[in-house]
């Protein structure tokens, strides 16, 4: 029992938190630029080094959908933080799952961006990106639904919409994983719509 309302007690703040995601979103952000690099150059010619940004094309592209992921993400999380302004145990275990996917992304992006047509690869870097948002979905539904860390002044029906709003994403991260087998192109096509349908940040209206 004791341990129980310990689990729950809120805890005024949320600066440890941010700080601490914060630096799990730089430190990822850093990893998959460190990632980037052009073969060597066979000589100086111009052919040579259009087949050198040609070979390098597929690395890149995976690259910036896995760059904008991370932002949308990480903009997301920071106004989603300002609906509340206290943690408890619970919380900070939501938000720990959900960084444990945010620093697998900079190694699942190398392996696809390394093997950008295997089926199996693209598999595991669509489960890895749905389990992401699937993580954060899990903890907004419990901040707005099972806690008592948001602000009331918000309404349960915008919460509702919000937590609706990440459905389509992860399904299409779900589908582009299980369609893999069948037609590698059209999960990449998925995994390139996820960040444009997400470009702008979900938690930008707050009600007073």
Sequence with gaps: MLFKKAFEKNVEGTGRVEAFSDSIFAFSVTLLALDLNFGKLTDLSNEAVGQVLMDSAPKFIIFLISFFVLGILWVNHHHFFNNFKATNWKLLWHNNIFLLWIILMPFITNFLGNNPLQPWVISIYGLVMAAAVGSFLL?????????????????????????????????????????????????LVLLVLVPILYFIPSFLVEEK
Excluded at 148 to 170: A, C, H, N, W
């Design 139 to 187: 903890m907004v539904n419990y901040v707005f639904f099972r806690s008592d860390l948001v602000d009331k002044k918000i309404s349960v029906q915008t919460r509702k919409r919000e937590l609706r709003r990440g459905y389509p994403g992860l399904g299409a991260y779900i589908l582009a994983a299980l369609v893999t087998p069948w037609n590698v192109y059209v999960s």
